[in-house]
């Protein structure tokens, strides 16, 4: 299992990296590997604006149907559009080309209430 230590982490199995009042989100390895084989997702909030813990897209697996997060209130101001051709990157590439939005923050203090990397591993038991 691969936990970068520079991201924030969620209950909900979504990683976060904070660049400015820019945070790009997906699911974390451990996620993804609990999902099995990603064959779809589905993201229609591109532009909207959302508060924390709203649904803000969906994940398909071969196992399972996930409803996906927000891990912090703003605007989702992109989707990952290559989702589209190649869901499987969710599976192969979780913290690079398999993120799933990036969100204009508008409470970037809600991030303080976000993970480590140490505090995720420990709570997945890995």
């Known amino acids: 299992m691969n936990f970068p230590e520079e991201l924030k982490y969620t209950k909900d199995h979504e990683w976060i990296k904070i660049e400015g009042d820019v945070?790009?989100?997906g699911v974390t390895d451990f996620a993804q590997s609990e999902l099995g084989d990603v064959v779809f997702v589905e993201i229609e909030t591109e532009g909207e604006s959302l508060d924390k813990d709203e649904v803000f897209g969906t994940v398909e697996a071969v196992k399972t149907v996930s409803d996906l997060f927000m891990p912090l209130s703003g605007e989702v101001i992109k989707v990952n559009g290559g989702l589209e051709d190649a869901p499987e990157s969710v599976n192969e590439s979780p913290?690079?080309?398999g993120w799933m939005?990036?969100?204009r923050m508008s409470d970037s203090s809600e991030a303080d209430e976000l993970m480590d990397a140490a505090s995720y591993?420990?709570?997945?038991?890995n």
């Open 23 to 25: 945070a790009t989100v």
């Open 95 to 97: 913290y690079e080309d």
């Open 101 to 103: 939005i990036k969100i």
């Open 121 to 125: 591993k420990e709570m997945t038991g």
